[in-house]
């Protein structure tokens, strides 16, 4: 293939790309895959409770709930990595994978680990407002406790207003 060839192809990729960024940018497309999103995210404590009764687990067995999240999220993993290697046409590099190990150990494993043994005692709905307000929390700990963010009058009642 020659120099001229290869530029054509270059520009043929360069305006794909733009035009699926265009997509993905248009009104109707954020909303749509902002509810989707919104559901999935609002509609996980009651389908783990769910999973919990199907499977007969109690909330006394904190070994086989770990057991339950991991299953879900080893295959939520995997469907990740082929989703996103057929995506960007390419598969995870080996200096990739300290990245993703760490990733996976404390924005999943640790977290959900406590997420799942406080759903176990709690009910769904309890959970999915204590997990709501999470946002809540992050704002105040970025202004109070870490000085990243200013907490000024319109975000503290921003607070105060989604807690009540």
């Known amino acids: 293939m020659n120099t001229k060839e290869q530029l054509t192809n270059k520009t043929k990729t360069i305006a794909k790309e733009e035009n699926r960024k265009d997509f993905l940018q248009k009104t109707w497309v954020v909303c749509v895959l902002a509810l989707v999103c919104t559901f999935l995210w609002g509609s996980a404590s009651p389908c783990i409770k769910l999973g919990y009764a199907l499977f007969k687990i109690p ?73 709501g307000s999470n946002t809540f929390f992050v704002i105040l700990l970025a202004g109070l406790v870490f000085h990243q963010e200013k907490l000024d009058f319109k975000k503290l009642a921003g607070c105060i207003i989604g807690f009540a």
């Open 59 to 131: 909330s006394s067995e904190t070994w086989t709930q770990i057991l339950f999240a991991g299953t879900r999220f080893i295959l939520a993993g995997i469907l990740t990595i082929l989703i996103g290697s057929a995506l960007n046409r390419k598969v995870p590099t080996k200096s990739s994978v300290p990245s993703i190990a760490k990733l996976a150990l404390f924005q999943t494993i640790l977290q959900y680990i406590f997420f799942y043994i406080g759903l176990a005692h709690n009910s769904g709905v309890k959970a999915s407002i204590i997990n």
